[in-house]
């Protein structure tokens, strides 16, 4: 399933919680205290493939730029 089908966590107020949507579990879980793996790669390089959520750096060698993005366990997203 993806994420766009699950409901987020809320506390008991009905207010969301902090979480991070697992892929391998196909749901979202609280973000308390999880460690979340970051990556750095540069754009002649072949990206990482994370096993659940996770944030990367990609560097275009050639701009000089940066881009921040995110894993949805399938591909790196921009972080717009």
Request: hydrophobic letters at 40%; zero cysteines.
């Amino acid at each position: 399933m993806a994420y766009n089908t699950k409901s987020l966590l809320t506390d008991v107020d009905g207010k969301p919680i902090p979480q991070y949507y697992d892929v391998e579990a196909d749901a979202f879980l609280p973000l308390d205290n999880k460690v979340i793996p970051e990556y750095g790669w540069l754009s002649t390089d072949t990206p990482p493939t994370p096993a659940g959520f996770a944030m990367g750096v990609e560097i275009d060698v050639t701009a000089n730029t940066m881009t921040v993005k995110y894993w949805d366990g399938t591909a790196w997203k921009a972080v717009v």
